[in-house]
């Protein structure tokens, strides 16, 4: 399954921060079409992903009935996001 999306990088203070793009509504509707056949335990979605130039491999995570993109600063440091910014997303779910 292959979804292209525009979310914002949002950032989680805990111990440590993380940054993820929130899935919007309709994406994540459709993930969770796909979700028992692509997880592999806690409900997260592996997932191959691209954002400007660079691609990467991450898992969603479950939110709320929605899923969470983690963007690790190997993905936001050379193109130099931060928390507020605006993304397009490409993501194809690894069933």
């Given at each position: 399954m292959e979804l292209t999306f525009t979310g914002t990088v949002t950032e989680w203070r805990g111990p440590a921060p993380y940054y993820f793009v929130p899935v919007p509504d309709m994406e994540s509707a459709d993930i969770r079409e796909v979700a028992s056949m692509a997880t592999y335990g806690w409900g997260v979605i592996p997932v191959e992903a691209r954002i400007g130039e660079v691609a990467f491999a991450t898992s969603l995570f479950p939110k709320d009935g929605a899923y969470l993109l983690p963007l690790k600063a190997a993905v936001r440091k050379p193109q130099g996001l931060s928390a507020?910014?605006?993304?397009?997303?490409?993501?194809?779910i690894r069933i």
């Open positions: 507020g910014d605006d993304v397009t997303v490409e993501m194809t």
